[in-house]
C-alpha cells in the first residue's frame, strides 16, 4: 500500500511564498510523474505542475515563473516552492504520484489527502 503525505500549506499574504512538499512512502518499486493539482472551491480540480523521473517539468499558465516543482528520488518526495502568491492561488493543493509496487505491476496514480493553501490579507 502506498501513502502520500503532503505538509507546507498554510495562510499566506499576497506577494508571499510557501513551500509544499509531499512524501511517497509504502510498498513502491517505482515512480514515474509526480505533480500537484489545485481545487478551489466550486471549481474542478487543476493541474498546477508536474514533473518526470527524468526532471522534465510542465507548468499551467497562471503559476509559470512564480511556482517551481522539484523532486528528490532518492527521497520520493516532491516538492512545489510558491513565489509571489495571489489570491486566486487559494486552494486545496493535492500531490499526485504514479507509483508502480512491484516490478510485474503497472503504475497507478496516487493522490495526497490535501492541503490547504490560502493567500489573503
Known amino acids: 500500500q502506498v501513502q502520500l503525505v503532503e505538509s507546507g500549506g498554510g495562510l499566506v499574504q499576497p506577494g508571499g511564498s510557501l513551500r509544499l512538499s509531499c512524501a511517497a512512502s509504502?510498498?513502491?518499486?517505482?515512480?514515474?510523474?509526480m505533480g500537484w493539482y489545485r481545487q478551489a472551491p466550486g471549481k474542478q480540480r487543476e493541474l498546477v505542475a508536474a514533473?518526470?523521473?527524468?526532471?522534465?517539468?510542465n507548468y499551467a499558465g497562471s503559476v509559470k515563473g512564480r511556482f517551481t516543482i522539484s523532486r528528490d528520488n532518492a527521497k520520493n518526495t516532491v516538492y512545489l516552492q510558491m513565489n509571489s502568491l495571489k489570491p486566486e492561488d487559494t486552494a486545496v493543493y493535492y500531490c499526485?504520484?504514479?507509483?508502480?509496487?512491484?516490478?510485474?505491476?503497472?503504475?497507478?496514480?496516487?493522490w495526497g489527502q490535501g492541503t490547504q493553501v490560502t493567500v489573503s490579507s
Open positions: 514533473i518526470t523521473s527524468g526532471g522534465r517539468t
Open positions: 509504502g510498498s513502491i518499486f517505482s515512480i514515474n510523474a
Open positions: 499526485n504520484a504514479e507509483i508502480r509496487e512491484r516490478l510485474w505491476s503497472s503504475f497507478k496514480n496516487n
